[in-house]
């Protein structure tokens, strides 16, 4: 069974760090692009990052380029978020996702989603 | 970057209807879309990508269709387990959605 399990959300103040992970399990983690989708309370989906299998592809929405970092760890089967100036803006639900197909790149519908780990970004 | 946009934003139905929401790309995009139900305080799930091919295990009353930039997701008789939130996701380039489509009991 795929597993895919957030954390490292909280309370954060505007301007500082928080770093997610995400870690996968029942299925070939390596094989596949995975990425992070956030929700702002009661608002739709917004695509964050994507990270391709061997980290050679890796793209940004522009909304956060610059200031948050993706990458992951095909040994520990984990993925992970690393965000930095925190706006209060960035407060959402942060899901981690895997991508449908095996692909070289990060295009990709996904097939399987967490359960989200909630970031706060307040005074 | 792709926008994509779906109409219309809500839709208030009844069980059995038959209900069409519809998904506009800004550009070209061959095949490469999907389809996700949301319920309240849960995961996406997918439903349809590469347009039209049905997710394993989700309902045959779930069906798209298009291609280029215009696309559809149909539910042909819709359940009491179908009013959720539904939206479109580009995949030819980095990901984008739609902004949703609430599909509310009438």
């Known amino acids: 069974e795929v597993q895919l399990v957030e954390s490292g959300g909280g309370l954060v103040q505007p301007g500082r760090s928080l770093r997610l992970s995400c870690a996968a399990s029942?299925?070939?983690?390596?094989?596949?692009?995975m990425h992070w989708v956030r929700q702002a309370p009661g608002k739709g989906l917004e695509w964050v990052s994507g990270?391709?299998?061997?980290?050679?592809?890796?793209g940004y929405a522009d909304s956060v380029k610059g200031r948050f970092t993706i990458s992951r760890d095909n040994a520990k089967n984990s993925l992970y978020l690393q965000m930095n100036s925190l706006r209060a803006e960035d407060t959402a639900l942060y899901y981690c996702?895997?991508?449908?197909?095996?692909?070289?790149?990060?295009?990709?519908?996904?097939?399987?989603w967490g359960q989200g780990t909630l970031v706060t970004v307040s005074s | 970057d792709i926008q994509m946009t779906q109409s219309p934003s809500s839709v208030s139905a009844s069980v059995g209807d038959r209900v069409t929401i519809t998904c506009r790309a800004s550009?070209?995009?061959?095949?490469?879309l999907a389809w996700y139900q949301q319920k309240p305080g849960k995961a996406p799930k997918l439903l349809i990508y590469?347009?039209?091919s049905l997710q394993s295990g989700v309902p045959s009353r779930f069906s798209g269709s298009g291609s280029g930039t215009d696309f559809t997701l149909t539910i042909s008789s819709l359940q009491p387990e179908d009013f959720a939130t539904y939206y479109c996701?580009?995949?030819?380039?980095?990901?984008?959605f739609g902004g949703g489509t609430k599909v509310e009991i009438k």
């Open positions: 550009q070209g995009i061959s095949s490469w």
């Open positions: 590469a347009a039209s």
């Open positions: 990270i391709s299998w061997n980290s050679g592809s890796i």
């Open positions: 996702a895997k991508a449908l197909i095996l692909n070289p790149g990060i295009a990709a519908a996904f097939d399987y």
């Open positions: 996701q580009q995949a030819n380039s980095f990901p984008s």
């Open positions: 029942g299925f070939t983690f390596d094989d596949y692009a």
